[in-house]
């Protein structure tokens, strides 16, 4: 990992400086910006290993990042199409795009993106049925 480097900041005045990390503790130390910050400096023409290098971050990180908004942009444009599309609408869309994605994934970002219209859908599944016994509903 590459650390912070002040003269990167420098070369690019108004750039926003990230928060000092806690490095007194054992491991790799935490990242910490914010969107706002990276899309700053996809803005001014920066690559990803060129944020990579800025932020002292792995490639590995800018990957995930850039998958997720990536997923992100994608589910937004099916729900514009699908407003009231479900995880399984949203999931069969996704891989005939070829992006083959978990349940969980698929989950998290539908509750990013809309968490009140994932909790109104949610409801919508659940069905109550009156039987005379068990097993009657297959007959």
């Known amino acids: 990992m590459v650390p912070w480097r002040q003269e ?3 070369s690019m005045p108004g750039a ?3 928060p000092p990390t806690n490095r007194s503790r054992t491991g790799r130390p935490h990242s910490n910006f914010t969107a706002e ?9 920066l690559n990803w290993q060129g944020i990579a290098s800025l932020f002292g971050i792995g490639d590995g990180l800018c990957t995930a990042i850039d998958n997720a908004w990536n997923l ?28 083959h994605i ?8 539908l509750h990013t993106i809309d ?12 069905r109550t049925y009156n039987v005379r016994g068990p097993n009657e509903l297959c007959r």
């Open 115 to 126: 968490p009140i219209g994932q909790s109104v859908r949610h409801r919508q599944a659940i």
């Open 16 to 18: 926003p400086m990230p």
């Open 37 to 45: 910050q990276i899309q700053l400096f996809l803005d001014l023409g």
């Open 8 to 10: 990167s900041a420098q």
């Open 72 to 99: 992100l942009s994608n589910i937004r444009h099916i729900l514009e199409s699908t407003p009231n599309a479900g995880e399984t609408y949203i999931r069969a869309s996704l891989s005939h795009m070829g992006i």
């Open 102 to 109: 978990q349940h969980r994934r698929v989950r998290e970002a």
